[in-house]
């Protein structure tokens, strides 16, 4: 989670994707198919889910330029209907970043170049930058 600078928000862009499950007597780390952000406010204690996310879609961290905005990355799916070079739904990302605005309630997206997915796996950069969710 990534807290607001006035400490009054929080967001968690790891929504539904990193959870524990419980098996036997441990606890193992998973990574489900859904995702999303979810924002809490803590003045109004409250929370809501911000921004969704599909299955071969990710966010992959989240930061605040101010109390009310907030800067989200991740990928989006990539499918041959949307560009040819991709031959599967699986096959293609697009880098994207989220900018949201609290205070005048708006979104913008911006993609960036389209990725073939072996270069980009999918949740790897979670993999790497999450060592404290998933362990050695």
């Not at 995702?35 to 409250?46: H, I, P, V």
């Not at 096959?91 to 389209?114: A, E, F, Y």
Request: hydrophobic share 30%; charged share 25%; with cysteine.
């Amino acid at each position: 989670d990534a807290a607001s600078p006035n400490g009054k928000r929080s967001i968690n862009p790891y929504w539904g994707r990193l959870v524990y499950h419980e098996q036997g007597k441990d606890w193992q780390p998973v990574l489900e198919d859904g995702c999303g952000a979810e924002l809490f406010d803590s003045a109004e204690k409250r929370s809501r889910i911000i921004l969704h996310c599909y299955t071969r879609d990710g966010l992959d961290g989240a930061f605040w330029t101010s109390n009310d905005r907030i800067v989200i990355m991740g990928y989006d799916a990539v499918t041959r209907q949307m560009n040819i070079e991709c031959e599967t739904v699986e096959s293609c990302v697009s880098p994207s970043v989220w900018i949201m605005d609290l205070k005048t309630n708006t979104m913008n997206q911006h993609r960036g170049t389209i990725t073939k997915r072996g270069i980009c796996d999918l949740d790897g950069y979670l993999k790497l930058t999450r060592k404290d969710f998933f362990g050695k």
